[in-house]
């Protein structure tokens, strides 16, 4: 026991002596993530939009620090090969920790969908970036196929120590909870996720190689990724190659165009067939390895006309609905394919598969930025559309500036609306309103959501406008009768960047969105909410129907469901042995103000739990 406690101290120490900023990086994911997790579970402090941004500002530093932890590995092995000393040694770490605290203060106070898709990249990039980095030279082929062997295998195998101590002591805990009756917070669980997860790098940093040269003599394969590889991923590859040649087929003899999932389907096999192929790399030239053989040579030959069907399947959803992020990765990842063919099926440089993750890293790391990257060619593309479909309907005026625009076709309507969705999720929509012929005031509390609807509503395309024509109730009359004097629009929405909803003394709980009087269906639970055209609060639950009067707990909360405010509105229901709460964090709606009558809710969203007593 004393010798086991020894070893693992040493091997701690190790650890920190030979990767100090691996290991710095490791410990501040964690600090930052039990904060986190703290915040989380605070009751005592009101959510708020401060909160919100406190949270988010959290999650920027894990993933920087996450960030960084993949970075320093990678360097650190890199500086390891280059035998670099002393000093020197450290300046890369510290040049990259400063870059990355700059890159901090330049995040948004609202997480959009654009940075969420660049922290995928950068992260992507990183891990490709630690595949070969350590194996810079020309010829280390052999050495580089062992080190991601042995790194890859020390991934799962920490996996699995830190999974099995995490269920172990959960269990434990469990147990003591149940038999000695003895309460546990759930955060006790969080906290003991989060150390098996820190404990993964201290397991995984153990049995890094520290002779690199020494790989590039010898490699000892697994038998296991061989047999995995040779009889599952190979003939899987090749029956998907099949399908795919057999659809082509099809599509030749029956003239017609391809289906647009086809692509999402050719680049995965691809991607997949690859990975085959880097998995059995050192049996490629074995002699007794005949099968292996012939798919090496042939797999990227037999890509190609694939390839055909990818570019003419994505250029024809390009010519009808211009570029998006995913068109651009497919259509990116396709060039990356082709050249991959031609490296290997003409010029035949089998033996050269560094060039897999190093151009794959530098393909996905230059697409995140400047006027070349996803984002920007995006949206440049669904802009030009914008201004076309508005040309067409006489939607700009002769300052080429955006006027409201009518007797819009339903198919124009709903594209020109599927843009500025599209333009609102990626924080565009400031830009779009300078073009407006009467700029709106945006406020600075105002989310991308309600520029949309506003920008929408300039248009004359907002859906409340539209839904007020075609309600039955209304539809003689019109808006103009309906909105008359004492009638007014509210719309109450929670200032918070990400709502809070408090579960507690409630068994369960779902997030409801009243959109044309949909429902929400739990099967398991054989459960069925939603809101009908009589403004009824409907749960059923295994046949037996629960009905709440939702106008009239709306009008008893009037004053707090005001046109602003920073947390939800809390109402509390109860009828026989269910209780209800709502979380209401939207709620758009007509009221008489002079009645305080509630006649209809347009909009409503909130957080619903519930309990049988």
């Known amino acids: 026991m004393k010798f086991q406690i020894e070893k693992t101290l040493d091997n701690a120490k190790k650890n920190w002596e030979r990767f100090p900023f691996v290991m710095l990086s490791a410990t501040a994911t964690y600090i930052f993530s039990i904060l986190l997790a703290e915040i989380i579970f605070d009751t005592s402090i009101k959510e708020t939009t401060d909160k919100a941004r406190i949270l988010l500002n959290y999650g920027y530093l894990i993933y920087l620090s996450g960030l960084s932890l993949v970075l320093t590995f990678a360097g650190t092995l890199f500086i390891e090969r280059k035998k670099i000393n002393g000093f020197s040694q450290n300046i890369p770490h510290l040049v990259l920790i400063i870059v990355l605290v700059g890159l901090f203060f330049t995040f948004p106070t609202e ?247 190093l151009s794959l890293c530098l393909m996905f790391f230059l697409s995140s930025f400047g006027p070349w990257s996803a984002f920007s060619v995006a949206e440049y593309s669904q802009k030009s559309r914008l201004y076309s479909l508005l040309a067409k309907n006489k939607g700009l005026n002769t300052a080429q500036k955006i006027i409201p625009i009518s007797n819009v076709n339903t198919k124009d309507k709903e594209k020109i609306r599927d843009i500025i969705s599209f333009l609102g999720d990626r924080g565009s929509i400031d830009e779009i309103n300078q073009r407006l012929e009467k700029p709106i005031n945006f406020t600075k509390k105002l989310s991308q959501n309600e520029k949309e609807s506003k920008v929408l509503v300039f248009l004359q395309l907002d859906y409340k406008r539209e839904s007020m024509v075609k309600d039955e109730k209304y539809e003689e009359i019109g808006d103009k009768k309906e909105i008359e004097e004492n009638n007014k629009i509210i719309n109450f929405k929670n200032e918070s960047s990400s709502p809070f909803y408090n579960t507690k003394g409630y068994d369960y709980f779902v997030v409801y969105k009243k959109i044309d009087y949909g429902s929400i269906d739990i099967s398991s639970l054989k459960t069925n909410i939603f809101v009908n055209e009589k403004n009824k609060l409907v749960f059923t639950i295994r046949d037996e129907k629960f009905v709440f009067n939702l106008d009239e707990e709306i009008e008893k909360n009037i004053d707090k469901l005001a046109e602003t405010n920073e947390e939800n509105v809390i109402i509390l229901l109860k009828k026989n042995n269910l209780k209800v709460k709502l979380d209401i964090n939207l709620c758009s709606y007509l009221i008489n103000e002079k009645t305080k009558k509630l006649k209809r809710i347009d909009q409503f969203e909130a957080g619903v739990s519930w309990k049988i007593e």
């Open 111 to 357: 997480m959009n969908f654009i940075l969420a898709l660049k922290f995928f990249l950068w992260a992507l990039s990183a891990h490709l970036l630690a595949a070969f980095l350590p194996f810079y030279q020309k010829d280390e082929n052999f050495g580089f196929w062992s080190y991601n062997q042995i790194i890859f295998g020390r991934f799962l195998l920490s996996a699995v120590f830190s999974g099995v101590l995490f269920i172990g002591i959960s269990l434990g805990l469990t147990a003591i909870q149940i038999l000695f009756q003895i309460s546990i917070n759930t955060k006790i669980y969080i906290h003991l996720f989060l150390m098996c997860a820190y404990l993964h790098t201290w397991f995984f940093l153990s049995e890094i190689p520290t002779d690199f040269d020494a790989l590039n003599e010898k490699i000892d394969y697994n038998q296991s990724i061989g047999i995995l590889t040779k009889y599952i991923l190979l003939p899987l590859t090749s029956l998907y190659m099949l399908i795919l040649y057999a659809y082509s087929i099809r599509i030749l003899i029956d003239m017609t165009l391809p289906k647009g999932w086809v692509v999402y389907l050719i680049v995965a096999f691809s991607i997949a067939g690859i990975f085959a192929l880097l998995m059995i790399y050192p049996l490629q030239n074995e002699k007794n390895e005949g099968w292996i053989n012939i798919f090496t040579r042939t797999f990227y030959i037999a890509l190609m006309p694939l390839l055909v069907l990818l570019f003419i399947s994505i250029g024809v959803r390009i010519s009808q609905y211009g570029f998006t992020e995913n068109r651009y990765y497919v259509v990116l990842l396709g060039v990356w394919l082709l050249g991959m063919c031609v490296h290997y099926a003409i010029f035949r440089r089998y033996d050269q598969i560094k060039i897999i993750p």
